[in-house]
């Protein structure tokens, strides 16, 4: 059973930086892509971001391209998601996600959430 834990959300002003963290335990990262999602009072969850087992492949969403990077750590059995140059539309609950090898389709496994809010 794969577990993840994310961490590293909080208050920060537009223009600023955040990292986040997606932290697994039970069972190696090394097979499974990482896709990371928001959900903002209100709206329904949308993906922001995922990169894949094998390859490390990358792909983002639109409103974030150019602003956020992921990236992950085999080793540490962890994935980032730095992000930069944030907006208050950025504001929502992160979460990250795993699925068997490839970005999208069924992600079988979630965290719990960082909240990540952007204001001044």
């Known amino acids: 059973q794969l577990q993840l834990v994310e961490s590293g959300g909080g208050l920060v002003q537009p223009g600023g930086s955040l990292r986040l963290s997606c932290a697994a335990s039970?069972?190696?990262?090394?097979?499974?892509?990482i896709g990371w999602f928001r959900q903002a009072p209100g709206k329904e969850r949308e993906g922001v971001s995922c990169?894949?087992?094998?390859?490390?492949?990358?792909y983002y969403a639109d409103s974030v391209k150019g602003r956020f990077t992921v990236s992950r750590d085999n080793a540490k059995n962890t994935v980032y998601l730095q992000m930069s140059r944030l907006k208050p539309e950025d504001t929502a609950i992160y979460y990250c996600?795993?699925?068997?090898?490839?970005?999208?389709?069924?992600?079988?496994?979630w965290g719990q959430g960082t909240q990540v809010t952007v204001s001044s």
């Open positions: 996600a795993a699925n068997y090898e490839v970005c999208g389709g069924h992600y079988e496994y």
């Open positions: 039970g069972l190696t990262l090394d097979y499974y892509a």
């Open positions: 990169i894949s087992a094998r390859d490390s492949n990358t």
